[in-house]
């Protein structure tokens, strides 16, 4: 190989690692755009705004869809925290998105999610069923409140039933540890509240009675 040669290979080698750089930050750029969606799409449904949080989670799907024609040529794009941490936010969203909507779970295959970033959201979205449970609490709602705890309690239960994979899966030890206390809260809050109103309405019944008479 002359000298011309191996600087022609050089180059080709030098502007092809340009190019991987550049589609290196661009799905950077993509990916925490991602997450911003996912997590906007999150507070439109707490404010039960769901054709707007619809939309968001349209875009966001987008977004990885791009990834993903990507990664045909960049596989190790898919390797990278941001675009797991997006793939997790995303998850969250869109699991809570249809408990809210349809009463129902989503799973990885439906929303193209890879498996363990599919696991890992799903553990975060107990801390947003606490959120609307304590919405619900506020509004009067006990028994939305109660349905929250309901599906907190299946979810948790079944992550940590995953034998092996629970402890296979990075991360998911601590949030499985961090979710148990936020579901021991959540059961003590609307245990109290359920209490509580209860008591009003034995209280309406008996100062009804006494009026009756």
Not at 88 to 100: P, S
Not at 192 to 197: G, H, L, P, Q, T
Request: include cysteine.
């Amino acid at each position: 190989m002359n000298l011309l040669s191996l600087k022609k290979l050089l180059n080709k080698v030098r502007v092809e690692l340009k190019q991987k750089e550049e589609v290196k930050e661009e799905t950077q750029k993509n990916m925490r755009r991602a997450t911003r969606l996912a997590k906007q799409a999150i507070l439109l449904i707490h404010q039960r705004k769901l054709e707007e949080a619809r939309k968001s989670l349209k875009e966001t799907e987008r977004l990885f869809s791009t990834l993903t024609k990507l990664a045909q040529k960049y596989p190790e794009l898919f390797y990278s925290g941001i675009v797991s941490a997006a793939f997790q936010e995303y998850t969250e969203a869109q699991v809570l998105f249809h408990l809210v909507e349809k009463g129902q779970f989503i799973g990885p295959q439906e929303i193209d999610v890879p498996l363990i970033d599919y696991v890992l959201g799903l553990a975060d979205v107990i801390g947003e069923l606490r959120r609307r449970a304590l919405d619900m609490l506020r509004k009067g709602d006990v028994k939305i409140a109660e349905k929250c705890l309901e599906t907190m309690e299946e979810i948790f239960s079944e992550l940590t039933a995953m034998d092996d994979a629970y402890m296979l899966i990075p991360g998911l030890r601590r949030k499985c540890d961090v979710a148990r206390h936020v579901i021991e809260t959540t059961r003590g809050e609307i245990t109290i509240e359920s209490r509580r109103a209860s008591l009003e309405r034995s209280i309406r019944k008996l100062e009804k009675a006494i009026t009756m008479k």
